[in-house]
């Protein structure tokens, strides 16, 4: 088998994840959906996951994470914010993203209705400082590099107010 970069080399080191919506579907543009990403990392870090550093944007979101079990831990939060997010989408009658979910949905995913996220969540190891700060600002920069707004901090979806010493709807750990 070949080696892939996405593996996760430590769970106990810190790792940089991506989940995106399936098919790229703006989902996050919502409080309520985003409320459902944020209580479930915290759910997760009363159980033991370290949040570094965190971006939500509409149809994606970055995280530096590390626990004991990362892997096992991805898989529950992918797992637990895909059903509540398809439950709040039919519940409020978000049918249009609910028809995409069905659409894009992969063939060998025939025991439920829709996908959510897309596969994976491509985890790449921070092995030093300088990798850990580049992923953070990598992070921060995302919504001022797409326009949205003009400082990190400027972002509520973010951890860049948690470094900025502001308060933040996450409240992560900033020493690494």
Not at 15 to 30: A, D, Y
Request: proline share 5%.
């Amino acid at each position: 088998m070949g080696r892939s970069r996405y593996t996760i080399v430590d769970p106990k080191l810190p790792h940089f994840v991506t989940c995106t919506v399936l098919h790229w579907i703006p989902v996050f543009t919502r409080p309520a959906t985003v409320a459902i990403v944020l209580d479930s990392l915290r759910h997760l870090m009363q159980q033991g996951l370290t949040v570094y550093a965190f971006v939500i944007l509409e149809n994606h979101l970055h995280l530096v994470v590390q626990s004991e079990q990362l892997d096992h831990d991805m898989v529950r939060f992918k797992s637990y914010t895909a059903k509540r997010l398809i439950r709040y989408l039919s519940e409020n009658h978000v049918s249009r993203i609910l028809e995409q979910l069905a659409f894009y949905k992969k063939a060998h995913k025939g025991d439920r209705a829709y996908q959510f996220w897309q596969e994976g969540y491509h985890p790449e190891w921070l092995q030093n400082d300088e990798m850990m700060r580049q992923k953070v600002s990598y992070i921060h920069e995302n919504p001022v590099k797409r326009g949205y707004v003009d400082l990190p901090e400027h972002w509520r979806y973010s951890s860049a107010r948690n470094y900025a010493g502001q308060p933040s709807l996450l409240e992560v750990c900033t020493r690494w």
